[in-house]
């Protein structure tokens, strides 16, 4: 446990941020599920991932290269199930 009082501070501090980084990648991800497990309403679902993993990559959360594999691989997820 800190003595000093900033990084007591800092511990709240990433007790909050992390605990925004979790949401946001919970959120990814049953996105994500939802999407390939129900395949109505695809470009509504995707669109709306897209925007999630581009403000995920965009605030820190999740890396920008992590961010572009992840929407390249649902296009190409989609791209197969619409065949």
Do not use: C, W
């Amino acid at each position: 446990m800190p003595q000093h009082k900033s990084p007591l501070k800092r511990m709240g501090t990433d007790k909050k941020r992390s605990a925004r980084n979790n949401y946001v990648k919970r959120t990814i991800r049953t996105l994500t599920k939802e999407l390939q497990q129900n395949p109505e309403n695809v470009d509504a679902k995707l669109n709306e991932l897209y925007s999630q993993l581009d403000k995920a990559a965009k605030k820190g959360v999740i890396h920008q290269r992590t961010a572009s594999r992840r929407k390249a691989r649902l296009a190409a997820f989609v791209n197969k199930m619409e065949k």
